[in-house]
């Protein structure tokens, strides 16, 4: 018996197409989100704590609920029964929330109740616990579903589906009207179809917005993304494979010495010249150092960035280079990481890694990346575990400039731990490194 859950907006189970009649009393929803959610199986006594403590009997409310829930879910082994709670749904079982948190943005963005909130309409009274837990996974969950429509807006860009990007971003403009990046991911989808007088009407509309609302004006890049070219509908330019080679280095070059702008330009002129060529591993890696640099060198130009990176995905894949889609992946997985967007950062940092094979260097790279994100949240001693190994793998490849970037990583976490001499050691090595490197925009 295959089972879909679906929390998100109104609360309903389904089993095998038919759908469950719903329990008797709220508080069975809320069991059931709870055990949803939860990272690891709560105790009963961590549920009548949570849901069931104001009760006549609140050992019997909750064995009362977890049979409502076991009746709703279709058996006694969906729950189990013993002194840890957990659900025990049958294979092939969908439950909305995991797909939001552990699916592919595609998926993620076909659920119903995407735009909704968590167990829309159940209210539980009595449980202040559960109500701040509940609070904040809305918030959460809702943050979430904003990461998805952008991730799945950027990926119909770089598959050339304007007007499915265009439909997504208004969505993502729907739950977040105030966002600037939603706003610039929607004018640039605009510019995707080649609607011109679209483009100019949504620009005036979001910038009108800004104005009435804050009072401010919008970023530069929103202007910028009216005005870029979209990669279906690009011009003719000159060329070929040798000069989106050339444009590529230079563009590289340019970059690493600090003249980000510049180099900018040379890897745009690169990423076109080589689709006209028609030379996919050449675009796969122009689009990749453009996306590279506009996410770490060019401050605030992180749409324009993962838009590239998405169109180094779909363009690496289909040359089947799993090295530069792995690279990618691991650069969309540090952007969610600058946003503080955990959850689907680590999904972009798993696929990379399984798309790494193996590779020392592009492991390195991952760990240091896994390494911060694990600082951030305060998980330290696993920051230094993953950091140290990133290290240790740049070291056995001999490559400075990313041995230069795990040090400074691992320095950066001795700092915020307040461990000032091992802070100092690592930093200075780095700091070296990237001198030799001559990698200026590190420095």
Same mark, same amino acid.
Not at 289 to 296: E, F, M, Q, R
Not at 357 to 362: A, K, N, S
């Given at each position: ?11 309903v ?29 709560p ?22 609920n ?40 595609g ?27 509940l ?22 860009l ?23 990046d ?14 011109? $007088? +679209?483009?100019? @009407? ?8 800004? !104005? =009435? /609302? #804050? *009072? ?29 080679r ?8 340019a970059?690493?010495?600090?003249a ?9 002129d690169a ?15 122009a ?27 779909? $363009? +690496?894949?289909? @040359? ?8 990618? !992946? =691991? /650069? #969309? *997985? ?5 946003r503080?967007?955990y ?7 798993e ?43 740049a ?22 731990r ?17 001198e ?8």
């Amino acid at each position: 018996m295959v089972s879909i859950v679906q929390l998100l907006g109104p609360p309903v189970v389904t089993r095998d197409g038919v759908v469950s009649t719903a329990p008797r009393g709220q508080k069975v929803w809320a069991l059931l989100a709870y055990l949803a959610l939860s990272r690891r199986p709560p105790t009963r006594q961590q549920l009548i704590e949570l849901l069931f403590q104001d009760a006549g009997d609140p050992a019997g409310t909750l064995r009362w609920n977890l049979s409502e829930l076991r009746r709703l879910l279709g058996g006694p082994e969906t729950v189990g029964n013993s002194s840890t709670v957990h659900l025990r749904l049958p294979g092939g079982s969908v439950v909305d929330v995991h797909v939001l948190q552990h699916g592919t943005a595609g998926a993620a963005a076909e659920l119903p109740g995407l735009d909704r909130e968590l167990i829309e309409g159940v209210s539980v009274d009595g449980s202040p616990g559960f109500t701040a837990w509940l609070l904040g996974e809305r918030r959460r969950l809702r943050a979430l579903g904003g990461a998805v429509l952008r991730e799945a807006a950027l990926r119909a860009l770089a598959a050339d589906r304007g007007r499915e990007a265009v439909e997504l971003a208004t969505r993502l403009v729907g739950t977040d009207p105030l966002s600037e990046d939603a706003h610039v991911l929607l004018v640039r989808a605009f510019a995707a179809t080649g609607d011109e $007088v +679209a483009v100019e @009407a949504q620009l005036h509309t979001s910038v009108d917005l800004f !104005h =009435r /609302e #804050l *009072g401010t004006d919008l970023a530069p890049e929103l202007y910028e993304a009216a005005r870029t070219e979209p990669w279906s509908v690009a011009p003719t330019r000159a060329g070929g494979r040798a000069s989106a080679r050339a444009s590529l280095e230079s563009g590289e070059a340019a970059v690493s010495a600090g003249a980000v702008e510049v180099g900018v330009r040379a890897l745009r002129d690169a990423a076109v010249a080589a689709r006209e060529a028609k030379e996919p591993a050449l675009e796969a890696a122009a689009q990749l150092a453009l996306g590279s640099a506009l996410v770490h060198a060019a401050k605030g130009r992180d749409e324009e960035g993962s838009a590239a990176l998405h169109r180094a995905i779909a $363009v +690496a894949g289909a @040359a089947r280079d799993r090295q530069r889609e792995a690279a990618a !992946h =691991r /650069e #969309l *997985g540090y952007v969610e990481l600058l946003r503080g967007d955990y959850a689907r950062g680590t999904v972009w940092l798993e696929h990379a890694a399984s798309l790494a094979d193996g590779d020392e260097l592009e492991m390195s790279r991952i760990r240091s990346v896994v390494g911060s994100a694990f600082s951030d949240v305060g998980r330290h001693d696993q920051a230094a575990v993953e950091l140290r190994a990133a290290i240790d793998l740049a070291e056995s490849v001999g490559h400075g400039r990313q041995l230069a970037w795990a040090l400074a990583c691992l320095g950066r976490t001795h700092l915020i731990r307040d461990e000032l001499d091992e802070a100092e050691e690592a930093l200075t090595a780095a700091r070296r490194l990237t001198e030799a490197e001559r990698w200026t925009t590190f420095i």
